[in-house]
């Protein structure tokens, strides 16, 4: 019987790891908190032989969420007792667990500015349903929608189905989701230069859209504020910047020069549109304040809380 830990904040890692272990042959039997009785569950699919000699693969899921007590009579089981009938036992975890274990895997998600390791999650994803995917591809999708792995898998596994060999960036502009980015980057842009009414509008139609999804929307704003960040921790507050400063700052923080070219004010002779200067709207700590909240919002849309309340509740904490 071989213990195997998969451990990591990432679900999507967990479950493409997970999958990579199954072996066809086997049956699978998995057990979580929300099992009917999984204690027992636990220790019939341990302590049962079978007579024919047929093996299993156990899945312990959401390890972490069991209570205090049923966690460490389930490492003393494990500790305690081996099982013929089951060729590998797997416990999934969002922590690492002290116990000893034949194999750890951690399955991690990268840090949001970590963007060549995201390049390199996309290509997993797309090499998970068995497609490569070109470089522009990467790059867009990653601009699309953002640093959210379970966007990211479930958009990925819907082109792969429908492209043909490598998956192109035209792949993910025709079978895509239906929002148009320019839509999320202008929301964004009024929502951090504190033009209330505005926002507002465009909450009401893109809540009256039938498929909205705000969590893909919270995903979006998260790395448009980390983005902010990053160029407000690089620049001194004044009333001007110029070109120049634009294109050293956009290649020091590695954020688009249109979004620091926005977010610094800068206007062209030609242009119409005026831009506010977010060195002067914002301090630091205001920003990552609005980086918190955002999450605080993603991890309640994500347990069902009203997406207009979250969106309203959103706009007014950084409107005012």
Known sequence: MKKILIYGDSNIKKEMTLKGLYNKELDIVKISPNSQDPLNEIKSNILSNSLFGDKKILIIKDFDKFNKKEQDEI????????????????????TKIKSKFDKEIEC??????????????VKEIAQFFNKEINE??????????????????????KISIYSDGKIKKKDIKEIGFLHVNVDFEEFSYLLSSKRKEE?????????????????FLLGYLF???????????NVETKKKFSWPEVQKISQLTNVSKM??????????????NFYANHSILYTKKEIMDIIIKLEEYDRMAKTGEKKDLILLNLIQDICG
């Open 136 to 157: 522009d591809a990467i790059h867009y999708i990653l601009e699309i929608y953002g640093k959210d792995d379970n966007y990211l898998f479930e958009e990925i596994k």
């Open 75 to 94: 490492l003393m089981l494990l500790k305690d007792i081996y099982s013929d009938s089951i060729e590998k036992l797997i416990i999934m975890s969002s």
């Open 223 to 233: 790395k448009y504020f980390f983005d902010l960040y990053r160029v407000i921790i």
């Open 199 to 215: 926002v507002i509008e465009m909450a009401k139609s893109f809540l009256s859209l039938p498929d909205f999804n705000i969590i």
């Open 108 to 121: 991690v998600l990268p840090k949001p500015w970590e963007e060549e390791k995201w390049m390199n999650y």
């Open 259 to 272: 979004r620091v070219k926005k977010f610094l004010g800068v206007k062209f002779k030609n242009e119409k």
